[in-house]
């Protein structure tokens, strides 16, 4: 057992930092918040995404993470804090390459996983064994399984397995892009708990079912080159068959699911219609995106009054925070350039991306805090110095959340001015997505070879 209080306050230093660099929305089944639970997760975006889950969970997680990770001079010191349990994969390297060894670890981890559970923890596994960008679920090793089952056979019972999915909006390495947790439904497997991982059928039957159910909460298409055409095929015909802008990410996510479905069963049974419909979704939602606009907003056109109504809100607020964000935005310029210049230049892979730059981001903002504190030392005495060792991270914050509110205020502006100015572009915007999504119905009508005269029937309710 990790120290706990080491382990809560890692917890929270963790999901603060994947909260400052995500725009986070959680959806989906409570995890509970006591007792033991297993959460599996698939696995997008390195060592930001046990931070991500552990925000879902709203309750310290104890992770599998690779050995080698613990020896790392840079993170071996959070990894340690956060109490994980070391994995010695089958690809790893082990200095003695002693087989009778690698199992004896192994052996270790198994029972360090069920003594967790057994005390009540949340237990946390990428079933896939590594982190990817890849547009699907990897194959599922069996570990999570055994983990369960032979937990159960210690007297755990058939305690929660819930599924974890993390999408991304806007490109996962990307700063203040939204970040979905969806969590599902529990895994049934209490006929499977008394079997024990010895039972082969009882860990292939539970890997199958956790394999089910993490497809349930994620979007698996064959290319990421799909992501845009599924993202913009889903808010067309939303926007003119469902009832106009969707907040719901349980029902967004579900609708991406159908909506991929289809357009890959097109791929294979109507490949030129479906390529020229994808062609025709990507450069309407390409439009939209260089106006600022969503399929959606075409059809709201905003009355004079709430546009006045936003105005003044606006103003009142802005005129306030705008001198606080200027000079955030000024102290903080420098650490915020440095990471941005020098991350491109260390070529990293698409899930590693945004875990260094939040590393480096914390490393450079930390630094320079103390960089300025000691200089007011120097130059007015201790009191300064503590006081803006307090005051400069709240000054961060408050200045990273004045930009958010500043560009969403921005895009609200600019779609005011557009949809009042311009109806005539509007009317052939709406042209042109109403004969989109007519072209996607029938598509699904082809595909399908169902009647798709229900409005939401290309959106079909799908439970997490």
């Keep these: 057992m990790p120290d706990s209080w080491l382990h809560r306050h890692t917890h929270r230093l963790t999901t603060f930092a994947a909260r400052t660099y995500y725009r986070i929305s959680v959806a989906g089944t409570q995890v509970p918040r006591s007792g033991p639970v297993l959460l599996v997760a698939n696995h997008p975006n390195s060592l930001l995404d046990p931070a991500l889950v552990a925000i879902a ?45 690698r199992a004896a670890r192994n052996r270790e981890m198994f029972a360090a996983a069920h003594e967790a559970l057994l005390g009540g923890d949340a237990v946390g596994v990428f079933p896939e064994g590594l982190s990817h960008s890849a547009p699907s679920l990897a194959p599922l090793k069996t570990g999570a399984a055994r983990i369960a089952l032979g937990a159960a056979q210690q007297g755990a019972g058939a305690f ?6 993390l999408t991304f909006r806007g490109g996962k390495e990307r700063f203040r892009s939204e970040a979905l947790l969806l ?14 991982e010895e039972d082969p059928e009882a860990v292939r039957e539970l890997t199958r079912r956790i394999h089910e ?86 059809h709201q056109v905003p009355r004079a009054a709430v546009a006045a109504r936003w105005t003044v809100k606006n103003l009142v607020f802005f005129g306030l925070a705008a001198p606080l964000a200027i000079v955030g935005a000024i102290i903080f310029f420098l650490p915020y350039r440095l990471v941005g210049w020098a991350e491109p230049r260390y070529q990293l892979p698409p899930d590693k991306r945004a875990t260094y730059k939040v590393l480096g981001g914390a490393t450079a903002c930390g630094g320079w805090i103390l960089a300025l504190a000691a200089l007011l030392r ?31 205020a921005a895009s609200d502006l600019r779609r005011i001015l557009l949809l009042k100015g ?23 009508r082809k595909v399908e070879g169902s009647d798709t005269r229900e409005p939401e029937s290309l959106h079909s309710p799908t439970s997490p």
């Design 57 to 101: 969970a709203d309750r310290p997680v104890r992770w599998l993470a690779r050995a080698a990770l613990f020896e790392l001079r840079s993170i071996g010191w959070l990894i340690r804090g956060s109490g994980a349990i070391p994995v010695l994969r089958r690809e790893d390297p082990l200095p003695s390459a002693d087989a009778s060894e």
């Design 160 to 165: 929660p397995i819930l599924p974890v999915g």
């Design 183 to 196: 969590v599902g439904r529990p895994i049934r497997w209490g006929e499977l708990a008394k079997r024990g």
């Design 213 to 298: 159910g993490l497809s349930r909460v994620t979007v698996n298409l064959e290319s990421w080159e799909d992501f845009p055409i599924v993202e913009g095929a889903e808010a067309i015909h939303h926007a003119e068959y469902g009832r106009g802008r969707s907040e719901n990410p349980v029902r967004w996510l579900a609708r991406m699911r159908r909506t991929a479905s289809i357009l890959d069963a097109a791929r294979a049974r109507e490949g030129e219609v479906q390529e020229e419909l994808s062609r025709d979704i990507l450069r309407h939602t390409r439009v939209l995106d260089t106006l600022g606009l969503e399929p959606a907003d075409l």
């Design 378 to 408: 120097e130059l007015v005495g201790w009191q300064p110095a503590l006081i803006a060792l307090i005051v400069l991270p709240v000054l961060g914050i408050l200045t990273l959340a004045i930009r958010d509110r500043w560009q969403d």
């Design 422 to 444: 311009r109806s005539d572009l509007r009317e052939k915007l709406l042209e042109r997505q109403a004969e989109l999504a007519l072209r996607l119905r029938e598509l699904q």
